[in-house]
């Protein structure tokens, strides 16, 4: 096994003292501005990153590592204590985790997302280890055909967060789905529902909307609440802060089920870490023999979409390091990062830079490993975060998602989107329309336009082609089972226990 | 934040910093046009039309470095994207015109954005004058390894033959790959069925898979696959061959006289811009195309350093706009 042989090499390359530091260093940096909504790992990493030039290769990568994953995990923090994703992919975290926070179970919600993301992100990286290039493969073989039938998936699966009433969930989802039109059309270069804002030309960034409708709607409501009633919500911590054994029996299955999302789709270039997180999300709801805990902190409805969140940030390293291919902003400027240590990424990585590059897996390895020590003592002290009177904790929220969103894209525009999402959110919540869905759609609109387009394009305006190629066809097939057997199942359900 | 006390010797992710965290450092550059004499004697600003982290901003930042060390001021990135650069314009229209505040200008920018955004409230002309060029990319055209062509010829005569059935990729709409391919198309005769794609990782994506089999792109995201075979490098749009891919003839070789597209970029202030300030810049930006850091860069993604006088700039600025003007109007290029 010289893959293993080459990994150890990679170990005793990293395992240094000083280089360990470094990822200590890395791990809290990353944690911290992860933190910070708006601004995701790939602003994190643009703006630490002339910063490593200045130490050598190895600690540079543990560092980066760190950072990396951690980056990608701080988000679940905010998302479970306030209720404000740090970018998309912690949407269905914030949903899931915060409810358990307000019923006093943050520290068990932060827990399993922590281990969760451990375990997922170990999965993904002895993936990538093992597995690269079958995965690669795999991933060359999603074109757009594929990638519209997987958004057929995605939309069935929105119906684990339509909430209490499926009218008010698909409106949320139709608003969502034309938000997400805003901008240029891609096939046609026709600008759409800008009214002549050049701001508005590449559509409304998901992070923006899900932090406004999340966090400053949050805010917005509760601030309403004090005035109507008085009795402004105080969240609660109560017992212990660890998880029981019946958490760690609820939460393993979801982490091994949400790596396996996360992972592969992370891997494809379109794929993102939104849909997995999404589709496991949906998994957890339907294997659970309690789906209606889902939507009042269900733990599997954090443990299944932070684990798919965290192996699809290892999985995007697999494109980028096989075929040299960025498929995310965050992959794009790590890519810039390895040539500036000479590492040429593509088809011969292994082969020409072996060493290099095992050193750089074991840090992966190692940053993870880090993230966990780090973090885990930490919760305690997040907790704490909650017993802040509300309407500081809600003051501090909204300067916080400001300055997050101001400074992601230095725009004053995004912050007046911003709020009009946070009025947005707040109209939503007074009315009880769920809030999810909407982001959803403005996700997966965008996306499934694209490539259906792209693929009758191919196809020369072919339908069937959705059809008759089999990886699309399958999951057409998956997409419309998901979509007629339950309800068929549960009407022959209740007929037998009859 | 955390990484500022960290170490001392970063000028400029720190100023970057200070920028991210609430605009302190950005309200400073606004203020006047007074110590002209003295320039420069405070931070410059560059916008950069580009998310951070992209190829551009890269050697953007690079060049950044090197001219704050060589000027004792700081050159503080500031990455404005989206829009098609829109937006970059329009921010650099609101500052004086001091030599304090300087844009990164390509191709897109000066070339074809006037032509398909009319009214962005800016003549790139008239509102702005050039300083010089930075670096010119050469593009590649390659075809899947399992399209039976050897040369541009053998592409033009399987093309003809399937009429309508082959595509190629682009990064989207309106980018450097877009129009080369127009470009080729315009100059052939040849009919491809254009698909837009976000980015040129998934376009990559599906010419590497084999789904679509055109594509043209800038050198550092090619050379690796027509190194490993996975894809067929047939021509290069340059003027003449390239260094890293000596066998492979350019359009024009290949029977397309004046065939020219390269991707470039370039440095451009606000016009009214005291011409002293503007020579200056420019022989900073000069000497700058001799540091090693900039070489080693500039090598490594095949890319052929600018440096000239502002003059030369717009001659070629000049001639790019009546270059692609024909392409955009032909091709019917929009945003996107």
Not at chain 1, 88 to 94: Q, V
Not at chain 1, 225 to 239: A, F, H, I, P, W
Not at chain 1, 473 to 492: D, N, R, T
Not at chain 2, 236 to 241: I, L
Request: proline share 6%.
């Amino acid at each position: 096994m010289s893959s293993f042989d080459a990994l150890m090499g990679g170990f005793a390359n990293a395992l240094q003292p000083v280089t360990l530091m470094w990822g200590f260093v890395g791990c809290f940096i990353g944690t911290l501005v992860g933190v910070l909504p708006g601004i995701g790992p790939a602003l994190t990493i643009a703006l630490l990153l002339p910063l490593t030039y200045h130490v050598p290769a190895t600690s540079m990568f543990v560092m980066f590592a760190g950072i990396y994953y951690g980056a990608a995990y701080g988000g679940s923090t905010t998302s479970i204590l306030i209720k404000t994703p740090g970018e998309a992919s912690s949407m269905m975290t914030a949903l899931e985790g915060n409810k358990m926070a307000r019923n006093g179970r943050a520290g068990q919600a932060l827990a399993t997302a922590a281990i969760g993301s451990f375990v997922a992100g170990t999965i993904g990286t002895l993936a990538l280890t093992f597995f690269a290039p079958m995965v690669v493969d795999a991933a060359l073989a999603f074109g757009p055909a594929e990638y519209f039938s997987l958004m057929m998936v995605s939309v069935v699966a929105v119906s684990a967060v339509l909430g209490n009433s499926m009218l008010r969930g698909l409106i949320a989802l139709t608003v969502g789905a034309l938000l997400g039109l805003v901008g240029i059309d891609l096939q046609t270069g026709q600008a759409r529902f800008t009214f002549g804002q050049a701001a508005l030309l590449d559509g409304i960034e998901v992070t923006v909307a899900a932090v406004g409708i999340f966090a400053v709607g949050e805010a917005l409501y509760l601030a309403w609440q004090g005035r109507e009633t008085k009795t402004g919500e105080v969240m609660k911590v109560s017992g212990s802060l660890w998880m029981s054994k019946s958490d760690w029996s609820r939460s393993w299955k979801p982490w091994l089920r949400g790596a396996f999302y996360g992972f592969p789709i992370g891997a494809m270039p379109a794929g993102g870490a939104e849909l997995p997180t999404l589709l496991s999300y949906y998994t957890e709801k339907k294997l659970s023999p309690n789906p209606e805990e889902f939507g009042n902190g269900a733990i599997e409805g954090v443990a299944g979409p932070e684990a798919a969140n965290n192996a699809a940030a290892a999985g995007v390293l697999m494109p980028l390091l096989t075929l040299g291919i960025p498929t995310s902003a965050t992959a794009a400027i790590m890519l810039s990062a390895f040539e500036g240590y000479g590492i040429q990424t593509g088809p011969q990585l292994f082969s020409s830079q072996g060493s290099l590059v095992w050193t750089l897996i074991a840090s992966l390895y190692i940053g993870n490993i880090i993230l966990l020590v780090l973090n885990l003592p930490l919760v305690g002290l997040w907790v704490k975060l909650l017993k802040i009177p509300p309407p500081w904790l809600y003051a501090g929220i909204i300067v916080i998602s400001t300055a997050g969103v101001y400074g992601a894209g230095n725009s004053v525009f995004n912050v007046g989107l911003l709020f009009a999402f946070g009025l947005m959110g707040y109209a939503m919540r007074r009315f009880d329309f769920p809030a999810a869905p909407l982001i959803v759609g403005l996700i997966l609109a965008p996306m499934a336009e694209q490539s259906m387009r792209q693929a009758l394009t191919i196809s020369q305006g072919e339908w069937s082609t959705f059809f008759t190629r089999p990886l699309s066809g399958s999951l057409m097939a998956v997409a419309a089972l998901l979509l007629i057997v339950p309800p068929l199942w549960k009407q022959w359900r209740s007929r037998t226990s009859r | 934040m955390v990484f500022m006390s960290y170490s001392d010797d970063f000028a400029l992710p720190r100023r970057d910093c200070l920028k991210w965290m609430g605009a302190a450092g950005l309200a400073a550059t606004g203020i006047s046009g007074h110590a002209q004499s003295a320039w420069p004697n405070k931070p410059i600003r560059w916008i950069v039309p580009f998310a951070p982290g992209g190829t551009s901003s890269i050697v953007a930042r690079t060049i950044a470095t090197e001219l704050s060390k060589q000027m004792g001021v700081s050159f503080i990135i500031d990455n404005k994207g989206g829009g098609g650069g829109v937006p970059a314009m329009q921010e650099m229209m609101r500052t004086p015109a001091d030599g304090y505040t300087i844009v990164m200008s390509h191709i897109g920018l000066m070339a074809v954005n006037p032509l398909i955004y009319p009214d962005s409230g800016y003549d790139v002309n008239k509102d702005f004058v050039p300083v010089t060029l930075l670096s010119r990319v050469p593009s590649l055209f390659v075809v899947h390894k399992d399209v039976p062509v050897t040369d541009l010829k053998s592409l033009i005569a399987y093309v003809k033959a399937r009429p309508g059935q082959l595509n190629y990729a682009s990064a989207g709409n309106a980018s450097a790959g877009h129009l080369a391919m127009e470009a080729l198309k315009l100059a052939t005769g040849m009919f491809v069925t254009h698909i837009p794609y976000r980015g040129t990782g998934p376009a990559l994506n599906d010419v590497l898979a084999g789904r679509i089999q055109l594509f043209s792109a800038g050198t550092p995201a090619l050379l690796p696959h027509i190194k490993s075979g996975a894809l067929r490098c047939l021509a290069t749009g340059t003027a003449e061959r390239i260094p890293v891919l000596p066998d492979v003839p350019t359009v024009a070789e290949s029977g397309f006289k004046d065939f020219e597209t390269v991707q470039w970029y370039g440095i451009t202030a606000r016009a009214g811009t005291p011409p002293e300030i503007i020579l200056k810049l420019q022989q900073e930006c000069a000497k700058v195309m001799k540091s090693p850091e900039v070489m080693a860069k500039y090598a490594a993604e095949s890319a052929i350093p600018g440096g000239g006088t502002p003059n030369e700039y717009a001659a070629f600025i000049a001639k790019e706009q009546a270059r692609w003007k024909e392409v955009v109007i032909k091709g019917q290029i929009k945003p996107g």
